[in-house]
T-cell receptor, first 111, second 109 residues
Framework: ETGVTQSPTHLIKTRGQQVTLRCSSQ?????VSWYQQALGQGPQFIFQ???????GRGNFPPRFSGLQFPNYSSELNVNALELDDSALYLC??????????FGSGTRLTVV | AQRVTQPEKLLSVFKGAPVELKCNYS??????LFWYVQYSRQRLQLLLR??SRESIKGFTADLNKGETSFHLKKPFAQEEDSAMYYC???????????FGKGTRLHILP
């Protein structure tokens, strides 16, 4: 049984650029949730996808968007990057009643 | 709005001493409560959830609805318990999980 994998592991972008982060969910999981974890903070919920539809969103601006594919993998897109977007981005997959399985995260640095 | 509060950023405990990591939540309904742990250089992982009523690695947590608390306890700390611990709540099994800011537990030899 494979776990949750995220790519890339590290990324450096310039302010104003756009970025796409990827997540492969654990086998058998149909729900993917994305979190932003700034340094010294707990993970903050960005949004969740269930069966390719957005299923809840946290307090993040529209320049944070996402997709879920038929194989339940997911992408997080961030447009017009700002310095404060620098953080660890975590993906977690789940199935009904299974609990969340987290990936190792993508560390994004915006300069 | 739902909120999870972990009042201690850092907790240092001697090996063999009891551990209690505090967690309080604000929600008027019946949330599901969790503790997640992140060991050095490892990913965030579920330690325990209140509905399971189980003990993992010697840790237990009791949900106190009157005090809206879900403190994590272990009677005798071990060095391998050193890690970052996050308390979290969910409004149902598949809703978003809201995390606290975390407590770093440092076990002293």
């Amino acid at each position: 049984e494979t776990g949750v994998t995220q790519s890339p592991t590290h990324l450096i972008k310039t302010r104003g650029q756009q970025v796409t982060l990827r997540c492969s969910s654990q086998s058998g999981h149909n729900t993917v949730s994305w979190y932003q974890q700034a340094l010294g903070q707990g993970p903050q919920f960005i949004f969740q996808y269930y069966r390719e539809e957005e299923n809840g969103r946290g307090n993040f601006p529209p320049r944070f968007s996402g997709l879920q594919f038929p194989n339940y993998s997911s992408e997080l897109n961030v447009n017009a990057l700002e310095l404060d977007d620098s953080a660890l981005y975590l993906c977690a997959s789940s199935a009904r009643g299974s609990g969340y399985t987290f990936g190792s995260g993508t560390r994004l640095t915006v300069v | 709005a739902q909120r999870v509060t972990q009042p201690e950023k850092l907790l240092s405990v001697f090996k063999g001493a009891p551990v209690e990591l505090k967690c309080n939540y604000s929600y008027s309904g019946s949330p599901e409560l969790f503790w997640y742990v992140q060991y050095s250089r490892q990913r965030l992982q579920l330690l325990l959830r209140h509905i399971s009523r189980e003990s993992i690695k010697g840790f237990t947590a009791d949900l106190n609805k009157g005090e809206t608390s879900f403190h994590l306890k272990k009677p005798f700390a071990q060095e391998e318990d050193s890690a970052m611990y996050y308390c979290a709540l969910s409004l149902d099994r598949d809703d978003k999980i809201i995390f606290g800011k975390g407590t770093r537990l440092h076990i002293l030899p």
